[in-house]
């Protein structure tokens, strides 16, 4: 599995142009006006690990395929998108479809590109998003609490607990909260994900700064720092622009420009590294002659359903993992070595995956 996130924002903030950039493509047309976005743009890109390309240099490998990501271009947020101005429900209805919502925010200053409000406020911008991805959440549960009304009466369970669920849900969001504020029971999870309210989708919030602001950020991204915080969010400071540059550069002319403007590495790496963490993602390997992979699975894995990210034979047989950690896979040069000095275990179905853990998978067909 990888994962999906949604690239949301008000109209020129520079979405299209970091969508276009991240991506490698120019799939969405990168225009100053609103709603130049008409089609969600979707775009796949590579993981980048540095671990991959060490444990395929061990092993010989063939080929190297790095875990995916999908990013997701939505068309811009207007002001009224509940009720559907703009392009409202188009966007509602795509955003309902990833896993996790970046919120591009302008924290530059630009004359001749222009603001749909006519002010710079990334703070602002981040309240009217998150105002109208609650209001949509508050129309779409009272309609369906009137909707359950007569199975709640009939002791329907299910709906029952639906009600329940959406009676929380709704006094959070009148009291101005997003609903991913409200612990969840584990035996409510399953019901809560299948309401599928927008507000419940985990944010990161991307400053989009000047090239000049691009290593240490600037006032405006400080702001919106201080209220991800305050709200338990992640923040990440990207150039959309120093992306588009980059994307057109080869590796090696990429680094020493990356160097150049003083940064460490490419806001596509902290982007990814951010959602990762955003939501409990990790990665383990499987290395041999053939190729490396890397495959992406949540914290707290088992064995057997990491497995099953490669094939769901693999889940239902599942015999055992011979395992090698990926510092223990390095230092001591492969998987033989590593068998030999007593660091190749052999975990069974409770076995929770650790990230970088290199897997090779027993199984009956």
């Known amino acids: 599995m990888g994962f999906k996130m949604g690239i949301v924002g008000l109209p020129n903030v520079g979405k299209s142009t970091l969508f276009n950039a991240l991506t490698r493509t120019a799939a969405a047309q990168a225009a100053n006006f609103p709603f130049c976005t008409i089609e969600p743009n979707v775009g796949e890109v590579a993981v980048p690990d540095a671990r991959l390309d060490q444990l395929a240099a061990i092993a010989g490998s063939r080929q190297v395929i790095p875990a995916r990501m999908t990013f997701v271009d939505i068309a811009g947020l207007v002001k009224g998108a509940s009720k559907g101005e703009g392009l409202g429900n188009q966007f509602l209805a795509n955003i309902r479809e990833v896993d996790a919502v970046a919120h591009v925010l302008r924290c530059f200053e630009d004359d001749d590109v222009t603001h749909v409000e006519g002010r710079v406020d990334p703070v602002a911008d981040a309240e009217t998003i998150e105002t109208e991805l609650m209001l949509a959440d508050i129309e779409s549960i009272e309609k369906r609490l009137q909707n359950i009304v007569r199975k709640v009466r009939g002791g329907d369970k299910e709906a029952v607990q639906q009600e329940r669920l959406m009676k929380m849900a709704l006094e959070a969001l009148e009291d101005g909260r997003p609903a991913r504020v409200l612990d969840i029971d584990a035996e409510d999870e399953r019901a809560w994900k299948m309401l599928q309210l927008l507000t419940t989708k985990p944010v ?162």
């Open 204 to 365: 990161l919030y991307v400053c989009n700064v000047d090239e000049s602001d691009a290593a240490s950020g600037n006032s405006l991204s400080s702001e919106v720092a201080e209220m991800a915080a305050a709200q338990g969010n992640s923040h990440v400071i990207i150039s959309a622009r120093i992306e588009e540059e980059l994307s057109q550069l080869e590796p090696e002319e990429a680094g020493m420009f990356l160097e150049e403007m003083g940064l460490a590495e490419a806001g596509l790496d902290r982007l990814i590294s951010a959602g990762y963490s955003l939501l409990h993602l990790e990665t383990y390997f499987t290395a041999g002659p053939k190729e490396a992979r890397a495959w992406t699975i949540s914290e707290g894995t088992t064995a057997p359903r990491a497995a099953g990210v490669i094939h769901g034979d693999f889940e239902k047989g599942f015999i055992r993992a011979e395992t090698i950690a990926y510092d223990d896979y390095v230092s001591l040069g492969g998987e033989s070595a590593a068998k030999e000095a007593g660091k190749m275990r052999a975990e069974g179905k409770s076995y929770v995956v650790r990230d970088g853990d290199v897997l090779h998978f027993l199984f009956n067909t």
